[in-house]
C-alpha cells in the first residue's frame, strides 16, 4: 500500500480517479511540524 499526500487538483476525487481508477480515499491527514515548499 502507497500512502499519498494530495495538493491542489489531486484533492479532487474525481479527478484522482480518472488519473489513479484505483486508488481509494483513507483519511484527513496532518503532518506537524512540516510545510509545503515550492523550491523551482
Known sequence: MVLY???GSNLDPEQMKERCP???FR???LLPGHRP???R
Request: charged share 10%; net charge positive; glycine share 0%.
Open 27 to 29: 483519511c484527513v491527514a
Open 22 to 24: 484505483s486508488s481509494r
Open 37 to 39: 515548499a515550492f523550491t
Open 5 to 7: 499526500f494530495a495538493y
